[in-house]
């Protein structure tokens, strides 16, 4: 895809110049590179395209203040970067209630994994790699999209890590890293999934499982195969798991399903009408100026859901709730995703036995347990405070009785509400929560995912905390409260 330096220094140039046609060029080299990065960070979400064309309407714009022009390709993929970030900080900020809310549902048809797959011809353990990135985090999924074209031959190490923010090159190796790993396991889990017949303690491990891959479920998953000797000999097979990168070399971009760049100065309704809803003033004079070289990229929109348990920024507001999940599938998914496996596979000779409520005793293993973790990161242990456990617990209790999960109640209250009206005075706080385990050990262990649960319960900030749990129709729900008191 790499257009010449030499081509690209003189094309920004002509286009600071005003010539159109320097800018169309531009846009045609650029744009599936933009495309991919902000496709696949957003696997794809309806907000993809809009993004895409307000990256290109900003860096046309901003050519003037761009002082060396042999950096346009790193300039440029810095933009599409912050606008993937504006969109995640919106999402989790503004709760969109009622039917406004229909805009962040999924569309198979715009999966960008699928779109992957189907475009490049993916097959074997590179068609296993796309469906592994399902599995991810939030959080990995921007590194994602720089990583994958770093390993295509389409960015630089330099490029990816100002993408990420300009941080340093040795940091960003060491984030790299920590994805990758996260990656495997989801190659891993995968392959246990896909396994015919299905190991039955795996199959167990699965059954409350909704068939939407996720972070929590690969932890889970992934805790299955560290003991089962038969799900690692399935994952190994006889010629064991390729290293990634040498899958995904060679690998070309994901072209964009319609890529029909204007030649005259009218823009696209359907550009200008999203330019105008969804840009400041001085980028929409900018989207009339230039937005004619914006290509439309066609329909790529899927929404990868905030895990419902994922972390509240302390003191920011909590995300909406997600929709609720639908039910197990009772035949195999298609094949765009990770099939939930059937109850015909391996059909239990008897009813599973209930699953065990938790006790005081067990809510407060938890807070011990995460005491411990605390001591080795060198943090003082959390002092239970009887108002945070009575929020947590009604918080729990109201989850369970009204059928919700999330950080958002249906009226749209969060928890900074819920641990002031139990008469506690904060300065921070935070909120965990998890679905589906009785087990102490198994909340702590969903929760210490490198990421935003683990840490809130590391941070050092938080001195009080309360635990709660209560028995709920889609399995038990945990509910973990940590503050810092303001004075």
């Not at 109850?343 to 059909?347: A, M, S």
């Given at each position: 895809m790499h257009i010449d330096e030499g081509r690209t220094?003189?094309?920004?140039?002509?286009?600071?110049?005003?010539d159109a046609q320097a800018k169309d060029a531009l846009v045609r080299a650029y744009l599936p590179l933009v495309h991919n990065i902000v496709g696949r960070a957003l696997d794809g979400h309806a907000d993809t395209d809009d993004i895409v064309q307000e990256t290109m309407v900003r860096a046309l714009d901003g050519l003037t203040g761009l002082r060396d022009p042999a950096r346009f390709r790193s300039w440029l993929v810095a933009i599409a970067m912050n606008g993937v970030r504006r969109r995640w900080r919106e999402h989790r900020q503004a709760p969109v209630p009622g039917l406004d809310g229909?805009?962040?549902?999924?569309?198979?048809?715009?999966?960008?994994?699928?779109?992957?797959?189907?475009?490049?011809?993916?097959?074997?353990?590179?068609?296993?790699v796309a469906r592994a990135t399902r599995w991810l985090d939030e959080e990995d999924r921007e590194l994602l999209a720089l990583w994958w074209l770093e390993a295509t031959g389409e960015l630089?190490?330099?490029e990816l890590a100002e993408g990420l923010g300009g941080i340093s090159t040795q940091h960003a190796a060491v984030r790299v890293q920590r994805m990758k790993e996260r990656l495997e396991t989801g190659r891993a889990v995968v392959r246990a999934l896909d396994a015919v017949p299905l190991c039955p303690g795996l199959a167990e491990t699965v059954t409350a499982w909704d068939g939407r891959p996720s972070p929590l479920w690969r932890k889970r998953v992934a805790r299955h195969l560290r003991t089962c000797d038969d799900c690692a000999a399935r994952v190994a097979g006889r010629r064991g798991l390729a290293p990634v990168e040498g899958l995904l070399v060679g690998l070309g971009l994901v072209p964009p399903l319609a890529a029909a760049v204007m030649d005259g100065p009218t823009p696209v309704p359907l550009a200008a009408e999203t330019v105008s809803r969804r840009t400041p003033a001085g980028l929409r004079r900018a989207g009339l100026a230039g937005a004619a070289a914006?290509?439309?990229?066609?329909?790529?929109?899927?929404?990868?859901p905030q895990e419902p348990h994922a972390r509240v920024h302390p003191g920011e507001p909590a995300a909406a709730p997600p929709a609720a999940p639908s039910p197990a599938p009772t035949t195999p998914a298609p094949a765009t995703t990770v099939a939930a496996p059937a109850?015909?596979?391996?059909?239990p000779t008897t009813p599973p036995a209930p699953r065990p409520t938790p006790t005081p005793d067990a809510e407060e293993r938890v807070t011990g347990l995460?005491?411990?973790l605390r001591a080795e990161r060198g943090c003082a242990p959390l002092r239970v405070d009887p108002r945070l456990t009575a929020a947590a617990r009604g918080y729990a209790q109201d989850m369970a009785a009204r059928g919700y999960f999330g950080h958002a109640s249906p009226e749209g209250e969060h928890a900074d509400k819920r641990i002031t009206a139990a008469g506690y005075d904060w300065s921070a706080w935070a909120e965990n929560l998890d679905r589906g385990t009785a087990d102490p050990a198994s909340v702590v262990d969903d929760w210490t995912d490198g990421a935003m649960h683990e840490e809130n319960m590391l941070d050092c900030r938080y001195r009080d905390t309360g635990v709660a749990s209560a028995p709920g129709p889609g399995g038990t729900i945990w509910v973990q409260k940590l503050a810092a008191p303001l004075s």
């Open positions: 220094t003189a094309l920004v140039e002509a286009a600071r110049a005003g229909a805009t962040h549902l999924a569309d198979p048809a715009g999966d960008f994994t699928e779109i992957t797959i189907l475009r490049l011809g993916l097959s074997g353990q590179r068609r296993d630089t190490r330099a914006v290509a439309v990229l066609g329909a790529v929109a899927l929404l990868v109850p015909t596979t391996t059909p995460v005491n411990r």
